[in-house]
């Protein structure tokens, strides 16, 4: 039985994405570079940082048994499972504000899964990630 | 529910010239502004609230679907993919 009594040891999640998120990721990739070389850098470089940061603050958490993540609410209830929404932001606020308000925001969808049949998450799969500016904007998406 | 929105005079001169539904629409849209710049402003989105599109909720649905399939990538070789296209740009704008 591991010692789970310290956090620092813990080992992080494994990283799962699946095939729609990693689609997205990498057309997301591709706008940005079509947009601005910039801007897909911070992209990536956000993604490598927040997901394997994700991946180790949820071992910790959930070996502490603290700061566990709050499932989100919506797409938790339309699919009867817990879901969770990690928002990860590129670049600077500058450069949000330039993008026209949350242009550098993204916003990624996972579940947890145990693997190993211990009765404990072990894995993050990443469901999707979609830029903030999808969120519904019309009257009608609204409703 | 009802909102009470302070609009400049010339401005809202102008809205009155519009046909209602498009000026519900402006309404929406300078709401949704007036959010994003309070994000601006240093205020933190709470994650798990975020209201979702049909569209969203359908997209991690194909995400579950895959998950329970057992379909899921190795983090790290998508994060690498995506690395490559940094590179190729790079590549791209020195040419």
Same mark, same amino acid.
């Given at each position: 039985?591991?010692?789970?009594?310290?956090? $620092?040891?813990? =080992?992080?999640? +494994?990283?799962? @994405?699946?095939?729609?998120?990693?689609?997205q990721?990498?057309d997301a990739?591709?706008w940005l570079?079509?947009?601005?070389?910039?801007?897909?850098?911070?992209f990536?470089? +956000?993604?490598? =940082?927040?997901?394997?940061?994700?991946?180790? /603050?949820? +071992?910790?958490?959930?070996?502490?048994? #603290?700061?566990?993540?709050?499932?989100?609410?919506?797409?938790?209830? @339309?699919?009867?499972?817990? @879901?969770?929404?990690? !928002?990860v932001?590129a670049?600077?606020? $500058?450069?949000?504000?330039?993008g026209?308000?949350g242009a550098n925001t993204w916003r990624?969808?996972?579940?947890?899964?145990? #693997? /190993?049949? /211990?009765?404990?998450?072990?894995?993050?799969?990443?469901?999707a990630v979609h830029h903030a500016a999808a969120r519904?904007?019309?009257?009608?998406?609204?409703? | 529910? #009802? !909102?009470?929105?302070?609009?400049?005079?010339?401005?809202?001169?102008?809205?009155?010239?519009?046909?209602?539904?498009?000026?519900?629409?402006? =309404?929406?849209?300078?709401?949704?502004?007036?959010?994003? &710049?309070?994000? /601006?402003?240093?205020?933190?989105?709470?994650?798990? &609230? #975020?209201?979702?599109?049909?569209?969203e909720?359908?997209?991690?649905?194909?995400?579950?679907?895959? +998950?329970?399939?057992?379909?899921?990538?190795?983090?790290?070789?998508?994060? $690498?993919?995506?690395?490559?296209?940094?590179?190729?740009?790079?590549?791209?704008?020195?040419?």
């Amino acid at each position: 039985m591991p010692d789970r009594s310290s956090g $620092a040891a813990e =080992a992080p999640f +494994a990283l799962l @994405v699946e095939p729609n998120a990693r689609q997205q990721i990498l057309d997301a990739g591709a706008w940005l570079s079509a947009l601005n070389p910039e801007a897909v850098r911070n992209f990536s470089e +956000a993604m490598d =940082a927040a997901l394997p940061a994700l991946c180790s /603050d949820l +071992a910790v958490a959930f070996a502490e048994g #603290t700061l566990l993540p709050r499932p989100h609410e919506q797409a938790s209830l @339309v699919y009867s499972r817990p @879901v969770y929404e990690k !928002i990860v932001t590129a670049g600077n606020k $500058a450069g949000r504000r330039r993008g026209g308000g949350g242009a550098n925001t993204w916003r990624v969808y996972y579940d947890l899964a145990d #693997t /190993d049949g /211990d009765n404990r998450p072990d894995t993050v799969r990443v469901l999707a990630v979609h830029h903030a500016a999808a969120r519904p904007l019309s009257l009608e998406d609204e409703a | 529910m #009802t !909102i009470t929105l302070d609009l400049p005079e010339d401005l809202a001169a102008a809205l009155s010239d519009v046909p209602e539904a498009d000026r519900n629409r402006y =309404a929406v849209a300078l709401m949704r502004a007036g959010w994003w &710049q309070s994000e /601006d402003d240093g205020a933190e989105e709470e994650e798990g &609230q #975020t209201p979702l599109s049909q569209a969203e909720l359908d997209s991690i649905g194909r995400g579950l679907a895959e +998950a329970d399939a057992g379909k899921g990538l190795p983090g790290e070789s998508v994060l $690498a993919e995506l690395r490559q296209i940094v590179s190729a740009t790079r590549r791209r704008v020195e040419a």
